[in-house]
């Protein structure tokens, strides 16, 4: 049972600000603890049905809606770097290469966190975790492509480097065609059924055949069954406070091209966000985040 505070009327425990990696895993961890989370969103929701064939569909490739393009797939440009990131239920995973591979151990020697834990004692049982959360599984599917990077690497001399990369991807068995679906193979029973990959190579399209660990079939789908409640096409705009723990987020829908009409939803826990690049200025502060009577 999670406490209530009985002063106030509160929509939810916890709002979650962006629903990728970080989002997704924070709203199923909370759910499991048995708080009332929320999850905005500023993409849309995709469902195989309305998922691009190729990428000449750009209004439904690119996301700027402010030119009413609307899909899932940004760029933003700064000085010395170019981000590449998703904007939809699921975040990046809709439209990334799914290849997870876990950092090498020099790593953790190197940058500003060193020394401040025994990464290599503690992050390998996270990644065990999130490997077994997302599928992660040796490619078995090599192409031409492949095959001619392994014969470059082998006549330079380099061979002993070609190896076969890990990947969020429900392969069919050795010797068995793709295509066959079958009831969850991940959670127990608890996820959607799944198709195996049918090597069309459209990951970064997004995957309509079901076979890709997107974040929507994985941490995300259990957390909203769990009782999450994601707003797809939603941007928080600010972060008000509206007392000395008292914390409200205003949001507007994200695809009008019109001004639209907003509305707060309120916190009696806390609010998490995750973003690609760095924050807006709202965001900057320092924050107490906690709670705010319901407004409306």
Known sequence: M???????????DFIVIGSGFGGSVSALRLVEKGYRVAVMEMGRRWTPDNLPRTSWSIHRWV?????????????????????????????????????????????????????????KAEMPRHYETAARMLGVTENKILGPADH????????????????????????????????????????????????????????????RHGA????DLGYLYL??????????????VNVNRWAASAMAAPATKSVRLSPPRGFTRSLGGSLAAEWSSPPPHWARRNFSFSSKKRAH
């Open 2 to 12: 999670v406490p209530r505070n009985n002063q106030f009327d509160f929509d939810f």
């Open 63 to 119: 996301w700027r809606p402010n030119l009413g393009l609307r899909g899932f797939f940004n760029m933003r440009f700064f000085r010395h770097a170019t981000i590449l990131h998703g904007c939809a239920v699921g975040g990046g995973s809709i439209t990334y290469a799914s290849t997870l591979l876990p950092p090498p151990e020099k790593v953790w020697e190197t940058g500003s966190w060193t020394g401040l834990a025994d990464w």
């Open 148 to 207: 001619l990077l392994k014969k470059v690497a082998a006549k330079v001399g380099s061979g002993h480097t070609f190896y076969s990369s890990q990947v969020g991807i429900f392969q069919a068995a050795e010797g068995k065609e793709g295509g066959k679906t079958f009831p969850d193979p991940f959670f127990g029973g608890e996820g959607p059924q799944r198709t195996t990959c049918i090597q069309c190579g459209g990951c970064m399209m997004g995957c």
């Open 212 to 215: 890709k660990n997107t974040l």
């Open 223 to 236: 957390a909203e069954k769990y009782g999450a409640r994601v707003f797809p096409e939603t941007r928080v």
